[in-house]
């Protein structure tokens, strides 16, 4: 694992400075106007926190929207990698809290990854975690199971590569699945409960995948 270098840091924490600014300069220039009654001082501090992540989100987006992340293996020293790696941070620091916890219900966690990049067709939903939203793609009537994890990003010691994730429409990730980066699933297909789907995986459409490391269980009705 590389070490995420001073520069990087800084670019991180200059655009942190910028989204305190915004929420604090918010909330005392328009919040702090409003009659709060006697919670007036609990009212703004949860006020203040909920502009901090949602001028995190704008300036995230924005972020990206100037230095989009790469895909492919990201070159050290390069801007790929003080994208990545600011990235990295901005999830470390912000989203992660978010990302990764039960109690926000399921349909505003959609809001959540939609706000983060993530690609969601209609009717799709996720109980699990999308770790990597900006490079996963998937489309209508799916459903991510409860603990599934998806993630875009391939460590392996000094190495960094980042593959986009692709799941197609109506299909089912189980609960406690892991499906790695660069995995492409055709429309109506199924992976288990607790399955592990290996980077680079392809699943055709209509089929079934289980076990550890996931292997086809059942092909595709017209392909039996």
Known sequence: MRAIKFCQVAVFLWLLLVILALAIGTTALVVDRLPLGDFRGVTLVLA?????YLYAFLV????LLVLPLPEGEVVEHSRDELVANVNSLFYLLLFNSLICTHFIPVPIQRLIYLALGARLG????????????????IGSNTIIGHEAVIFAHVVEGARLELLPVQIGNTVTVGAKAVVMAGVQIGDNAI???GAVVTKNTHIGAGEIWGGIPARKLKSAPDAA
């Open 60 to 63: 995230y987006r924005l972020f």
């Open 122 to 137: 209609v009717n799709t939903y996720s109980a699990g975690t999308l770790l990597d939203p900006p490079l996963t793609r």
């Open 48 to 52: 203040a926190v909920l502009l901090i």
């Open 191 to 193: 992976v288990s409960t």
